[in-house]
């Protein structure tokens, strides 16, 4: 059994028994994936890269989603 896996997004902690990916964790949680920008540790992450992308214990991830309006 592996160890649990404790990541923050957007300023909530979590918990995963499961080695997921950014693509999983965000469709999980249901997010527009053409809607927001991802910011990953500190650093805006590419959209090509979150299918391979596994999380890691202490990741700290920031959703920014984008609206319009007029």
Do not use: R
Not at 24 to 43: R, S
Request: net charge positive; with cysteine; hydrophobic share 35%.
């Amino acid at each position: 059994m592996s160890n649990p896996i404790h990541f923050k997004l957007n300023g909530q902690c979590y918990i995963s028994n499961n080695h997921l990916t950014i693509y999983e964790l965000l469709t999980y949680f249901n997010y527009d994936l053409a809607l927001i920008v991802l910011e990953y540790n500190g650093t805006i992450y590419s959209k090509k890269n979150w299918i391979n992308l596994k999380i890691k214990p202490k990741d700290q991830f920031e959703i920014i989603t984008i609206v319009g309006g007029g």
